[in-house]
């Protein structure tokens, strides 16, 4: 049974549902994250030469082999979005495909005349039933609600405080926040803020893609692969995007 939005982050992983769907409503996210991706940024992103791959070539033949098969790593992380907005948008996703959810964004968004997103107090402002109409559900205007709060009140880390904290720091937070669970912040880690180190290890595509990899009979459970994936600090990050393109070719050789 899905917990409610309140609880914890609804596209969190796989152990509420190991099924197709809940797969293709995760990947849904991170595919918006990776095509929306800026250009590599120097001096946030210095992980990305070749130092990782051989790192992980030199730690772990699978990886290796992935690495050789799949070819350079191309992750190009958005990081001029604010933690306020990426979690917003994080929210509009939840449960969601992406076409759905970026129609209902694009009339969120023209809630807020000359604004390229709004900020948290023109939200808190805004009427309520205006966003229901947009398509947010009761659930998740709380969410977005709270989420504004949460920013003025500087629970949420402003894009400049971001930038210094450690990745627990930003996890502890954000998870603050209505309907903001691990998993939400896992993937602002990566895609926005090009963090080197984090494995999501509750994401089904993952998992997925471990065991399609490393050709095991079943799946690993999330405290199986952050046990494996040891190894493969302190480039987990890298490791990650890898075993997500594994599943994602998986699916490819099943059509």
Same mark, same amino acid.
């Given at each position: 049974?899905?917990?409610?939005?309140?609880?914890?982050?609804?596209?969190?992983?796989?152990?509420?549902?190991?099924?197709?769907?809940?797969?293709?409503?995760?990947?849904?996210?991170?595919?918006?994250?990776?095509?929306?991706?800026?250009?590599?940024?120097?001096?946030?992103?210095?992980?990305?030469?070749?130092?990782?791959?051989?790192?992980?070539?030199?730690?772990?033949?699978?990886?290796?082999?992935?690495?050789?098969?799949?070819?350079?790593?191309?992750?190009?992380? &958005?990081?001029? !979005?604010?933690?306020?907005? @990426?979690? #917003?948008?994080?929210? /509009?996703?939840?449960? *969601?495909?992406? %076409?759905?959810?970026?129609?209902?964004?694009?009339?969120?968004?023209?809630?807020?005349?000359?604004?390229?997103?709004?900020?948290?107090?023109?939200?808190?402002?805004?009427?309520? &039933?205006?966003? !229901?109409?947009?398509?947010? @559900?009761? #659930?998740?205007?709380? /969410?977005?609600?709270? *989420?504004?709060? %949460?920013?003025?009140?500087?629970?949420?880390?402003?894009?400049?405080?971001?930038?210094?904290?450690?990745?627990?720091?930003?996890?502890?937070?954000?998870?603050?926040?209505?309907?903001?669970?691990?998993?939400?912040?896992?993937?602002?880690?990566?895609?926005?803020?090009?963090?080197?180190?984090?494995?999501?290890?509750?994401?089904?595509?993952?998992?997925?893609?471990?065991?399609?990899?490393?050709?095991?009979?079943?799946?690993?459970?999330?405290?199986?692969?952050?046990?494996?994936?040891?190894?493969?600090?302190?480039?987990?990050?890298?490791?990650?995007?890898?075993?997500?393109?594994?599943?994602?070719?998986?699916?490819?050789?099943?059509?």
């Amino acid at each position: 049974m899905t917990k409610a939005l309140g609880q914890t982050d609804i596209l969190r992983g796989a152990e509420a549902c190991r099924g197709e769907a809940l797969d293709s409503g995760i990947a849904d996210i991170r595919r918006l994250a990776e095509t929306e991706q800026k250009p590599y940024s120097a001096d946030v992103m210095d992980h990305l030469d070749s130092g990782p791959t051989d790192y992980l070539s030199n730690v772990d033949p699978v990886m290796r082999r992935l690495i050789e098969e799949i070819g350079p790593f191309t992750l190009k992380p &958005r990081i001029r !979005r604010s933690p306020f907005e @990426s979690l #917003a948008r994080a929210i /509009a996703y939840q449960q *969601l495909h992406d %076409k759905a959810a970026a129609s209902i964004l694009k009339r969120f968004i023209a809630l807020f005349p000359g604004r390229r997103f709004p900020r948290p107090d023109e939200l808190l402002a805004a009427n309520v &039933r205006s966003i !229901r109409k947009a398509g947010f @559900s009761r #659930a998740k205007v709380l /969410a977005l609600r709270d *989420l504004a709060l %949460k920013t003025l009140d500087g629970t949420v880390p402003t894009g400049r405080e971001v930038g210094i904290l450690d990745d627990h720091a930003i996890i502890d937070r954000l998870i603050a926040v209505r309907g903001i669970g691990q998993w939400t912040v896992e993937m602002l880690l990566i895609f926005q803020l090009g963090r080197p180190d984090v494995l999501p290890v509750d994401d089904f595509g993952l998992r997925n893609g471990f065991r399609i990899a490393y050709r095991r009979p079943t799946m690993p459970t999330p405290k199986q692969l952050l046990q494996y994936g040891e190894r493969w600090k302190p480039h987990r990050t890298v490791a990650a995007w890898y075993l997500w393109r594994a599943a994602d070719r998986g699916k490819q050789a099943y059509k």
